[in-house]
Structures are given as structure tokens and as C-alpha cells.
């Protein structure tokens, strides 16, 4: 199966065309979108199956759980496939292909327990400046979003390493999330710092879990391994900052 990778188009501001990969088999749209949900509309009519992944700008001033409400029913309208904490399988040319899919959001634990309060006021601005995002009229701190986190993390985690959870009938399995799963996926423009913990998780032990792990959130590009398992990232970022030099509109990646 050929996937092709979109996420952190930012359609909110930015200017995209969207079209389809030749030879794709699947989209695969790995969150940030369109802050305002509307633009998602651009990827209707698709010509392969999409699977949609939330991300942390859609949820930007917005109910937490609204969102996801409101952008399942949309995902549902346009034919689209959408996992928050959720799986399914596709079949290919008689493969079976287990798909995970969560946002993922940060446990703050990058860089061990006792990093995790420093990491979380580092946080604080993202959280309490930017996105804004409620929940039953509160505001949805840092300490909430990482409960988030935990909840993505554990979900994930139990999907992976649990044998009640396989089937020997799945020829791959391809993990979908927003945030990354590990330091490697860093932006190498930035240093590593405490805000990293905003960006990146320390998941490389569940990684060799899955054939396949694909994300966004870093607006750069990553493709490397961790033992036979590849991970990808092809984030367009802002154009308008030279974010998306070496993006690739049209790249497809196998499984």
C-alpha cells in the first residue's frame, strides 16, 4: 500500500492546493489542517479512502470535546475515515493493514519524571495563549492537556503490546499520530530544551511495535528507523516562514 502524508497544512493562514499523489493508495491527513475545520472540505471527492487525524490547532479556542464531536460528524459527511484513540484494518491486494490512530498530545515525560514540571511550564504559553481550548466553560490548562496525553499514551501502548489486541490475520501495522513519538523527530533549527516536551514523547520502546509510524506537529520532515519500524514525518509548516522547503505534496511512502 502506497500512503500518501499530509498534516500541518495550516489552511487557517495559509495557501494549499491539494492534490492527489499518482499511484496513492491511501491519504493519510496527520492533523492541523485548518483550525477552522471548513477547508477540510478541499480533500472531498478524494479519489483514494482518507483517514483524519485531529490535531492541537483544531482545537484552537474551541470546547475540547465540541471539537471532536463536531469534526467526527464532518469526517462522516465527507466520507472520511477519522481515529481518536481508535483503530481499523484495510485490506490491499490481500493484505490486511492495522491502523492505530490518537493525537497523542505529551505526557511531559521526555526527559524522565523529574522533568515533567519544568516541561510543563514551559507549556503554559502554547496552552494558555494560544490554543485557549475549554472544557464545560474551563479553561483546558496544561495539566489537563496531559491528561490527554496519558490517555493517548496508555490507549496506544495497550493497542500495542497487548497480544489480546493482535490478529495473526494483520500483515502490518501502521501507527497515525500528530505529535511525535520520539526526540528523533525533533527540529534540528531549534535546541533541545523543555519546550521539546511540547513537541516530542519518549515512545522509541513502542515504536518497533508497528511496521509504520506517521506524525506531523514538528514542521519539518523526518524519515529514519528504529529497529525495522520507519517513521515519517511530512509537515508542510508555514510557507510563509520557508517552513516547507523540502515538503513534499505529492511523496507517497509504503507499507
Known sequence: MRIQLLSDLHLETETFAPRPAPGADLLVLAGDIDAQHTKIDLFRD????????????EHDRKDFDQTIDALRERCHRLGFTMLH?????????????????TTLWNDFELF???????????ARYFAEQVQCATRHGRPMGVAELREEGVLCRD??????????????????TLVITHFAPSLRSNDARYPVNASTASFCNAYDDLIPHCT?????????????RVGQTR??????????????????????WEI
Open 212 to 224: 509504520l509510524w506517521m506524525h506531523g506537529h514538528l514542521h519539518c520532515r523526518h524519515d529514519y
Open 46 to 57: 478524494w479519489p483514494v479512502p482518507v483517514i483524519y487525524i485531529v490535531g492541537n490547532h
Open 85 to 101: 484513540r481508535e483503530q481499523t484494518r484495510l485490506v490491499h491486494e490481500g493484505r490486511k493493514i492495522r491502523v492505530l490512530g
Open 112 to 122: 524522565g519524571p523529574e522533568g515533567v514540571e519544568r516541561s510543563m511550564r514551559a
Open 231 to 252: 517513521v515519517v514525518c511530512n509537515s508542510r509548516g508555514l510557507a510563509s516562514k520557508g517552513e516547507d522547503s523540502d515538503f513534499q505534496p505529492q511523496g507517497v
Open 155 to 172: 490507549w496506544l501502548r495497550d493497542q500495542l503490546t497487548n497480544p489480546a489486541h493482535r490478529s495473526d490475520q494483520d500483515d502490518a
